[in-house]
């Protein structure tokens, strides 16, 4: 039997905790957060305007970080097993993991995307014509491209809200690309700490010279 002052189970104990709490529960909340933050402020940019891109409205970065984190709430509801025993355990912890490596994928995506068009943005030059938005990198060049950006009344709103917007994913997405990148490395930690036993060995060898001397 495991008593509280056993070495081992303290230190199991200890690589199945973070920060106080059970290892998923701080990255799945800070994850729900993030995707529901991500999620939502996508959905209101595609209200902007009809005519944005999908890659625009990075709506699907936060659905996959929002399905990460219903991932670690499950792993949350396993009973903990040391050295994974469990079939649904490995299954779970496994799932997470490449779920949190797609998350931060689509996250660094989204970014990117994100950084393109703002730059765009802070180089161009907008009319409105017909109740839509036409903006043009170069004004000189007359074949040059327009971007046209439907159901804006307004050049002067549109540039300035969607300016905002697209600063804002920046920050979230990298927020939530940071917070996968951290899942990651705790999980793979965590699996194959269980099997590095140098660590355990020498002092237990120790121990029980110093045992047998006395």
Known sequence: KKTKGDPKTGQEEESHTCCGCRFPLLFALLQLALGISVTVLGFLMAGISSSLLVRDTPYWAGIIVCVVSLVGFVMLCIS??????????????????????????????????????????????????????????????PLGRTFIYQ????????????????????????????????????????????????????????????????
């Open 80 to 141: 903990y097993q040391p050295d994974e025993k469990t079939c649904v355990q490995f299954t779970v912890k496994l799932m997470y993991f490449l779920l949190s490596a797609l998350g931060l994928v689509a996250c660094v995506l989204a970014v990117a995307f994100a950084a393109h068009h703002y730059l765009q943005m802070t180089k161009f030059t907008c009319d409105t014509i017909l109740e839509s938005c036409q903006c043009k990198l170069d004004t000189a060049d």
């Open 151 to 214: 159901d804006a009344a307004d050049c002067g709103s549109l540039t300035s809200m969607l300016n905002l917007y697209l600063l804002l994913q920046m920050v979230l997405n990298l927020i939530a690309a940071l917070v996968c990148l951290s899942a990651c490395f705790v999980m793979w930690k965590h699996r194959y700490q269980v099997f590095y036993v140098g660590v355990r060995f020498y002092p237990l060898t120790a121990t029980e010279d110093q045992q047998e001397k006395v």
